[in-house]
Structures are given as C-alpha cells and as structure tokens.
C-alpha cells in the first residue's frame, strides 16, 4: 500500500517509521545474503526487524494513532521482510529449505490459502495481529539469526515452521468465523465472541 494512502497524523511518524523501516530491511537482508555477509551484520538486521515490529505497534496504541491503513501496511511490511528473508534461506541454507519441505510447504500452502480467501471474503488481507502471530515472529526471528547469521539449523528451525502453521490455521479460521471483516483479534476465541455478539 502506498505511503500516501496511510494519511497518518504528525503523532503516527514514529509507528509508520518503524514499519518503513522494517521494509527497508528487507532488500538488505537479500543484500548481505547474496555476498554472502553473515554473523552479526545478518543478525542485527533480523534483530532490528523484530524490535520495529513490537514497537511500532505499541507506539500506534499508546499516542491514538493506529488506523486500519498503518494495520495493513504493518502485515504487508511483515510479509515482504519474511519472504526476503526465505529467499536468504534459500541462497545460504538450500539443504535446510529442502530438510524442512515438509512443513514448509504446508505453511506456504496456508499463508496463500488465507491470502486468497480473505482478498475474496473482505477485499483485502486481513491484519489480526494475534497473540500465535507474536509467539511466531519472536521464534522465527530467533531461529533467523540462527541459520542466517550462523548457520545454525535444527530444532529451532523445525519449532518455528510449526508455530507458523498454527498460526496460519488460526488466521484462516478466523477469517472463517468472523462475519466481517476486523482487526486486532488476538485469538480464535476472540473471533467467536464477537461473532456470538
């Protein structure tokens, strides 16, 4: 989404920096993979992507400023943060990608899934920002830095793509029960209070 549609308010420049900037890690990260750059230039990148993301929002809440537009340009920034970061996998770490293809693919089978459905149900992707999406992003950051910076692979890589699909399940359950469309909707429990409401 463009930044101009955003129209934040002058209190809204700190959260819509942070996303910028977790946007503008995106083709550096790929920059680094791809000249084969690792350890802790790779790693303070994640590390800096994961603290704009918790910040960003928490700034949005506490000054008044989030709108429905910042919430969508944080999941997109997200998505495009992630999957350049996966592209990195792919050019450092291919045996991993291919270790861990089954479930990998299921998760890349689910994030289209959801995308497809909520574009068709709502007209646009949906930003929950659940509590599973946190517990995946914290866990996926961390093994990131692990394989990336130091390739480091294994259980933490593993653990991570399975919290991805239970969150991906969730999302797009969701997407299933809620009537319309909404944000910030922590749990699946949440989701069926509302529709019960």
């Given at each position: 989404?463009?930044?101009?549609?955003?129209?934040?308010?002058?209190?809204?420049?700190?959260?819509?920096?942070?996303?910028?900037?977790?946007?503008?890690?995106?083709?550096l990260?790929?920059?680094?993979?791809?000249?084969?750059i690792?350890g802790?230039?790779?790693?303070?990148?994640?590390?800096?992507?994961?603290?704009?993301?918790?910040?960003?929002?928490?700034?949005?809440?506490?000054?008044?400023?989030?709108?429905?537009?910042?919430?969508?340009?944080?999941?997109?920034?997200?998505?495009?943060?992630?999957?350049?970061?996966?592209?990195?996998?792919?050019?450092?770490?291919?045996?991993?990608?291919?270790?861990?293809?089954?479930?990998?693919?299921?998760?890349?089978?689910m994030?289209?899934?959801?995308i497809?459905?909520?574009?068709?149900?709502?007209?646009?992707?949906?930003?929950?920002h659940?509590?599973?999406?946190?517990?995946?992003?914290?866990?996926?950051?961390?093994?990131?830095?692990?394989?990336?910076?130091?390739?480091?692979?294994?259980?933490?890589?593993?653990?991570?793509?399975?919290?991805?699909?239970?969150?991906?399940?969730?999302?797009?359950?969701?997407?299933?029960i809620?009537?319309?469309?909404?944000?910030?909707?922590?749990?699946?429990l949440?989701?069926?209070?509302?529709?019960?409401?």
């Open positions: 989404m463009p930044l101009l549609l955003l129209k934040p308010k002058p209190s809204a420049a700190v959260p819509l920096a942070l996303t910028t900037l977790r946007l503008l890690l995106a083709p990260v790929l920059l680094l993979a791809y000249r084969h690792r802790l230039p790779i790693a303070l990148c994640v590390l800096a992507a994961l603290v704009s993301d918790y910040f960003d929002g928490m700034i949005a809440r506490r000054t008044g400023t989030v709108t429905i537009g910042l919430r969508r340009f944080d999941s997109i920034s997200d998505s495009i943060f992630y999957v350049s970061v996966l592209i990195a996998i792919w050019h450092l770490e291919r045996a991993v990608v291919f270790r861990f293809k089954w479930l990998l693919i299921p998760l890349l089978t994030e289209v899934a959801r497809v459905f909520e574009r068709t149900k709502f007209g646009h992707i949906s930003a929950y659940m509590w599973s999406s946190k517990a995946w992003g914290l866990l996926l950051a961390i093994a990131t830095v692990a394989l990336l910076g130091y390739g480091i692979g294994g259980k933490l890589v593993a653990a991570a793509l399975i919290v991805g699909i239970i969150n991906e399940v969730e999302g797009l359950a969701i997407s299933v809620l009537p319309t469309a909404r944000h910030d909707v922590p749990t699946i949440h989701a069926a209070r509302i529709r019960r409401a």
